[in-house]
């Protein structure tokens, strides 16, 4: 079992930054890909940004150029700067760490960015 938590969510207007922070705990030495999905209303849930266990990352073509995932090993910790936010980026962020086959989601953190 792996447990997260998210933090770091708040109100910012359009073209403001903010820092998302995800806290794993229980069988941590199991993780394998950590990643951001985003969830706004009426609106399937979609990735943001993933890194593997060896750093590699993937963003998704909306936040290219604007959002950085980064994680730390030894903290088992993952973040997201979002930087240059958009009105289209509102939606509650969630994380998710993969161990094998399974996924474990966080509770989500809202991201409100206004015009």
């Known amino acids: 079992q792996v447990q997260l938590v998210e933090s770091g969510g708040g109100l910012v207007q359009a073209g403001g930054s903010l820092r998302l922070s995800c806290a794993a705990s229980?069988?941590?030495?199991?993780?394998?890909?950590m990643t951001w999905y985003r969830q706004a209303p009426g609106k399937q849930r979609e990735l943001v940004a993933s890194?593997?266990?060896?750093?590699?990352?993937y963003y998704a073509d909306s936040v290219v150029g604007r959002f950085t995932i980064s994680r730390d090993n030894a903290k088992i910790m993952v973040y997201l700067q979002m930087n240059s936010l958009k009105p289209e980026d509102t939606a509650v962020y969630y994380c998710?760490?993969?161990?094998?086959?399974?996924?474990?989601w966080g509770q989500g953190t809202q991201v409100t960015v206004s015009s």
């Open positions: 229980g069988s941590i030495f199991s993780i394998n890909d």
């Open positions: 890194v593997t266990n060896g750093g590699s990352t």
């Open positions: 998710n760490a993969r161990v094998g086959a399974l996924g474990y």
